[in-house]
């Protein structure tokens, strides 16, 4: 692995092999431009292995900003680098190898022209500061601002396309194309969806890609009405987009926002994966933009931790099941690992639930009894209206174990033959029946095993419903910590 600097505007145009500027074109020394982070290849006797580092002094050699206006698309990183030796970019915003020489490597748009800036792949581009890369919009109106292109690793980027205030072109500011991450970016908007046709913030671009984002500050400055996607995959089947930690923030982080954006969400071909870990945003947003569902069943939403808490979100087909708190929902036993032992329970909205498409939660807990044949109970809520239809063929729990031999071993509640009516709870401990304007009743799914349950093994409860909801309120309350006696 080799050390590479570049000291941009420097007299002499070096080997590149040291952090002092050369004396001599050719000689021991920095390279002297800019040029060889946007694709050029260095110049003899300088060379640019795969798997070398590169650092790049973050004023020139006169002091000055490193601000450049894209006349042109550019490329930034080598398309000599690969998979297995990695270029690393390294922005030197804090002075560590040129001591007291702090600054940004900044990027500015063109006014009018929709020239793209790509970070390629196999590279990893690195500021060692916050916001110490920055790809910015100066101008309020007229520019394609779909133009940031991620392929590579970035690390604390600053994309700000705040000044961005008038309507037109694409307002999808950074497209990932293939497989590419972002950790630590800052992204400033002025609104999601200003444009006609407009996008999202972050968008995964092609077929089978992977996008990753790390942490990312997300500052919405206007509300949108219906707005575009924070996050959206766009024209793709098997694509996956995952966020871990992270904040959305700004007065446009509220109602008529949405988190998340199919593009091919009509159609059975299409299949996106949406995963978020740790992602705080407002409980006024909505999780995905309305009119654009994910109705296809290979479409996937999973959110855990929402809000910086310990809440989950689950966005399928047939609906979505969350542990969310809104509006002090009903509780039973169930607590959050939050150290408050917080009350939850799980809230199901089977919008579309069919035969195909039941809607489902699964839950788990260790059996730490003697192994013996077992009663498992699960306790849930669901809305007043529900009372005409319910019954065990289409509302039922599945529970999987291993027995004393360690054969694996199902029984179920469903009896699809008779269709009898679920059994009602008198459980006192419910802390309400009513959520808004919905009241509710309550019941229970229990079976005795028809087998022995190996002490100290994993016991998996699934309960699962085909009936569809009239509306939003039409939901279910089950409790997540089931009974096993």
Not at 28 to 33: H, L
Not at 62 to 80: D, M, Q, R, V
Not at 260 to 284: D, E, H, Q
Not at 450 to 478: D, E
Request: proline share 4%.
């Amino acid at each position: 692995m080799a050390d590479r600097f570049i000291i941009h505007g420097a007299t002499f145009n070096g080997d590149g092999t040291t952090s002092a500027e050369a004396t001599v074109d050719g000689g021991v020394g920095a390279w002297n431009t800019i040029t060889y982070f946007e694709g050029t290849t260095p110049a003899p006797p300088g060379t640019l292995p795969a798997g070398s580092t590169v650092y790049i002094r973050s004023l020139d050699a006169a002091g000055n900003p490193l601000t450049f206006t894209l006349s042109a698309a550019k490329n930034l990183g080598s398309t000599s680098a690969t998979s297995t030796a990695p270029i690393t970019w390294v922005i030197d915003n804090a002075g560590e190898t040129w001591t007291g020489i702090t600054g940004t490597l900044k990027y500015i748009y063109h006014a009018t022209t929709a020239y793209a800036l790509t970070f390629l792949a196999n590279n990893n581009f690195v500021a060692t500061v916050a916001d110490g890369i920055v790809a910015a919009i100066t101008n309020t109106s007229g520019a394609n601002v779909y133009s940031l292109h991620i392929k590579g690793n970035v690390v604390n980027l600053l994309h700000d396309v705040s000044n961005k205030t008038a309507a037109g072109g694409f307002d999808c500011p950074i497209g990932c194309y293939g497989g590419g991450r972002l950790e630590n970016v800052h992204e400033k908007t002025y609104k999601v969806g200003t444009g006609n046709p407009s996008y999202a913030i972050f968008s995964l671009v092609t077929s089978y890609g992977e996008f990753q984002i790390v942490n990312p500050q997300v500052e919405i400055m206007n509300a949108a009405t219906n707005g575009q996607g924070v996050f959206h995959t766009d024209n793709n089947n098997n694509g996956f987009l995952s966020v871990l930690g992270g904040t959305i923030y700004g007065n446009g982080a509220t109602t008529g926002q949405a988190l998340f954006m199919n593009a091919n969400y009509n159609t059975t071909a299409a299949s996106a994966i949406f995963r978020a870990v740790g992602l705080s945003y407002p409980n006024t947003m909505s999780m995905y933009r309305t009119g654009f569902e994910p109705i296809c069943g290979r479409t996937l939403i999973d959110f855990v931790g929402g809000n910086g808490g310990s809440g989950a979100y689950s966005e399928r087909a047939w609906g979505y099941v969350t542990s969310r708190e809104d509006n002090n929902p009903p509780v039973l036993s169930s607590t959050l690992p939050d150290g408050n032992l917080t009350k939850f329970a799980w809230r199901m909205y089977p919008r579309a639930a069919s035969f195909s498409f039941p809607a489902e939660l699964q839950l788990l807990t260790y059996s730490q009894a003697a192994s013996a044949t077992r009663t498992i109970t699960l306790e849930f809520l669901a809305e007043s209206n529900f009372a005409s239809v319910i019954h065990k063929g289409n509302t039922w729990m599945d529970v999987t174990y291993v027995d004393e031999t360690d054969t694996p071993r199902h029984d179920t509640t469903r009896v699809l033959t008779t269709s009898p009516a679920v059994d009602t709870s008198t459980n006192p401990d419910w802390s309400t029946t009513s959520w808004y304007l919905s009241t509710f009743d309550k019941y229970k799914l229990s079976l005795t095993t028809a087998n022995q349950i190996k002490q100290g093994t994993a016991v998996t409860v699934a309960f699962r419903t085909t009936m569809t909801a009239a509306s939003a309120f039409q939901v279910l309350f089950i409790n997540s910590e089931f009974s096993i006696v």
